[in-house]
């Protein structure tokens, strides 16, 4: 079991307080009945308790009592509120970054030469297929190796995608510990799954490019083919293991 400052460290940290106000938060679940005490159990010098329980209630962590003093919020109830303003605050930082991307769109100019082009590095593979596949009526994902870590590695790429088409479709070779999770949590994102054995590649593909994603030793690499007619043929061979 960690030590009583051990956990005050891990409070401070996760939760960005001040060492006095995790050390305070710790004396009011150890039930401090006063101020005084407050500073005995804390080791807080008794001027500064009174400005910093008002810095705990403001954040949540701390409420008064009909005594006039205070109790603190349960741990749990706390996890959970920060919790809450960590994913509002992602959500916040996600949409900013959107609306300048879509600014940034009016000043580009991304023509690019079509034929292969070599990806390195898994965030700039996610980068280059949303690029390449938004606005595409269906689009293909094979998972039967590197593709199949639902959690690290295609649930982040199936969230980048499904926003910007009309049916994104995985195909496993079968539910195993990698993406056990992969059926019930992609129907709640808006993909359709279905098995297919055995899959040869792992591999994203519309009807007018492809990527056949591998690993090296510098990690993730995808191989972008935006030929349309040899595009096309390999999108069509997906979707016969579909239907």
């Known amino acids: 079991m960690s030590s009583k ?17 995790a050390k305070l938060y710790m004396a009011l679940l150890e039930n401090a009945k006063d101020p005084k ?17 008002k810095v705990l209630e403001r954040k949540g962590m701390a409420v008064s009592d009909p005594d006039g003093w205070y109790r603190a919020v349960h741990p749990r109830g706390v996890a959970i509120s ?22 940034l769109e ?16 898994y965030y700039n593979l996610v980068s280059l297929v949303v690029e390449i596949m938004k606005e595409e009526d269906i689009v293909y994902i094979t998972a039967p190796d590197i593709l199949s870590n639902w959690e690290e590695v295609l649930k982040p790429l199936v969230k980048s995608i499904v926003p910007l088409v009309n049916d994104l479709r995985v195909i496993v070779e079968e539910v195993n510990e990698l993406n056990e999770k992969l059926i019930e949590e992609g129907k709640e994102i808006g993909i359709s799954v279905r ?15 492809y990527v056949v994603v ?8 995808g191989i972008l083919q935006e030929d349309e007619v040899e595009s096309r043929g ?10």
Do not use: Q
């Open 5 to 21: 400052e051990e956990i005050i460290e891990r409070l401070r940290k996760s939760l960005d307080l001040t060492l006095y106000e």
């Open 37 to 53: 005490e407050a500073s005995a159990k804390s080791g807080v010098p008794l001027p500064r308790i009174y400005d910093i329980i």
């Open 82 to 103: 920060a919790i809450a303003k960590i994913e509002e605050e992602s959500k916040r930082k996600a949409r900013e970054i959107l609306e300048v991307a879509d600014n």
């Open 106 to 121: 009016s000043f580009a100019s991304m023509e690019r030469g079509k034929g292969v082009i070599l990806i390195k590095g």
């Open 195 to 209: 098995r297919h054995k055995p899959l040869v590649l792992d591999m994203i593909s519309s009807s007018s490019a």
């Open 214 to 221: 591998m690993r090296n030793r510098e990690g993730i690499v």
């Open 234 to 243: 390999v999108f069509d061979r997906i979707g016969l293991m579909w239907s």
